[in-house]
């Protein structure tokens, strides 16, 4: 099972304000479900309790919270304490779907720090934005990349951005 890590940022990798994302970017949403569709995607008890009620669990993926409460449950979700288990779990011979880390800032901290991000999709984020949460520090030094997407800003996307995929 692969595991991969899925975050957009701003300029100074900025993630979100107030519990919440700070821009509204529809093609990046699209990029975001498409890549994740069918997959399991890990997630933080702040990151979960963001998302709006009607859009909760994500669509079409196994969603995976990760909670230090003993008895937090998540409508929808599978709850678990601890990173290294819940990829324990879905580490099985048979199993083909990846672990996408989706945030927040804590999560991102946690599987990076456990050293088990083998691929991330980063969407940069042309703009610099007021901000509360960041994405960790990387030393992309040690990252290869490709972009996988440009886009530039329009009617329905107030700003450009560039997804890169990276990997060791
Ligand atoms: N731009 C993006 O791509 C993106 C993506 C995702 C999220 N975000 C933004 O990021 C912000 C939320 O990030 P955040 O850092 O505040 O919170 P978070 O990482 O989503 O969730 C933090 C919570 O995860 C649980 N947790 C943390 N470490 C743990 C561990 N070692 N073991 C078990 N559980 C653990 C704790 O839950 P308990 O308190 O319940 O114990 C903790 O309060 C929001 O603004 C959101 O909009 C942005």
């Known amino acids: 099972m692969k595991v991969s890590l899925i ?18 970017l529809p093609a990046d949403m699209k990029f975001f479900k498409d890549t994740t569709e069918d997959h399991i995607v890990i997630m933080g008890r702040r990151n979960w309790d963001s998302i709006p009620r009607k859009y909760r ?16 449950s998540a409508e929808g979700a599978t709850v678990f304490n601890d990173l290294e288990a ?5 580490d099985q011979s048979s199993e083909k779907r990846t672990c996408f880390i989706i945030g927040g800032a804590q999560v991102y901290q946690l599987a990076l720090d456990a050293g088990c ?12 934005f007021d901000a509360d949460t960041y994405f960790p520090k990387v030393d992309f030094s040690k990252w290869k990349s490709e972009v996988v997407l440009e886009h530039s800003h329009d009617e329905k996307n107030p700003y450009a951005f560039t997804v890169k995929r990276y990997w060791k």
Do not use: C
């Open 57 to 72: 669990p994500l669509a079409d993926r196994e969603n995976v919270v990760l909670t230090r409460s003993q008895d937090y």
């Open 7 to 24: 975050v957009a940022t701003g300029k100074n990798g900025e993630i979100g304000k107030n519990n919440d994302l700070i821009w509204h």
């Open 117 to 128: 991000v083998e691929e991330m999709y980063i969407t940069h984020i042309d703009q610099e």
């Open 86 to 90: 819940a990829l324990s779990f879905y």
